[in-house]
């Protein structure tokens, strides 16, 4: 269970430095990890990352079906997402090949934000923009839209897919205005601290040696040549790999 302590340790890096950290203690294969395959646009970026347990959604807004078949889904959904501890980030596959109505807007954003959520995630679109950013409610989605359509839960609590990745109820989300990353539970512990661990050797070797460089860029080759050997030194003599380098 993801607790607010672990949420907020991670939450202090971005996501590509929670990958960092990520790569140099997992034992699986780089291109293993879960992340999202297409762009994605975050609509709040200035708020940093989010962190939390996804909670996962299939909507299908083109669909005039859904409301007279399934009256009462909405109800059911959101004791779904109660039920599930915080933080949790909200997962919603939109169906649609082609976008027509968005589930997230001003209500959802409130709605969710008191059932505990900290963000979302759609492979489709957001609406009423303004007030889910005065919010601070983080959405990450493909794109904007004007309307709602038939836009309500169709099924929840099942794996979902979206920007090319599989989303699983339960997974830990980590994601910013770089993307999102499920992170494995076999890598949970010690991964702040591995974030922690590359960032200061980045800066104690190769960016230290960029931003005191003061001569030519082929008398800088030596010193990056060295200092990237002491970045991989350092990192091995904690971690498995020599990290990024």
């Known amino acids: 269970m993801l607790d607010d302590r672990e949420a907020a340790a991670l939450a202090r890096w971005n996501t590509p430095t929670i990958y960092n950290g990520w790569e140099a203690l997992t034992r699986s294969e780089r291109t293993s990890l879960r992340v999202?395959?297409?762009?994605?646009?975050?609509?709040?970026?200035?708020?940093?990352?989010?962190?939390?347990?996804?909670?996962?959604?299939?909507?299908?807004?083109?669909?005039?079906?859904?409301?007279?078949?399934?009256?009462?889904?909405?109800?059911?959904?959101?004791?779904?997402?109660?039920?599930?501890?915080?933080?949790?980030?909200?997962?919603?596959?939109?169906?649609?090949?082609?976008?027509?109505?968005?589930?997230?807007?001003?209500?959802n954003a409130n709605v969710h934000r008191a059932l505990g959520c900290v963000g979302a995630i759609t492979d489709g679109a957001i609406r009423d923009l303004d007030e889910v950013r005065a919010l601070g409610f983080k959405s990450l989605a493909r794109r904007l839209c004007v309307g709602h359509a038939y836009a309500q839960p169709v099924r929840w609590n099942v794996p979902v897919t979206v920007f090319g990745t599989e989303v699983r109820p339960g997974d830990l989300i980590h994601a910013d205005q770089h993307g999102f990353m499920v992170i494995p539970e076999e890598d949970r512990e010690g991964l702040p601290e591995a974030a922690a661990y590359l960032d200061a050797a980045e800066r104690a070797t190769l960016i230290g040696v960029v931003a005191a460089h003061r001569g030519t860029p082929e008398e800088a080759l030596p010193k990056l040549r060295e200092a990237q050997e002491r970045f991989g030194e350092r990192v091995m003599a904690r971690y498995r790999g020599r990290g990024e380098f």
């Open 36 to 107: 999202n395959l297409d762009p994605v646009t975050d609509y709040l970026p200035e708020a940093g990352p989010i962190v939390g347990t996804a909670v996962t959604l299939v909507i299908e807004p083109s669909n005039p079906r859904w409301p007279r078949e399934l009256p009462d889904a909405v109800h059911a959904y959101r004791a779904y997402v109660a039920s599930v501890p915080g933080p949790k980030v909200v997962v919603v596959q939109d169906l649609d090949a082609v976008t027509i109505g968005s589930f997230w807007g001003e209500v």
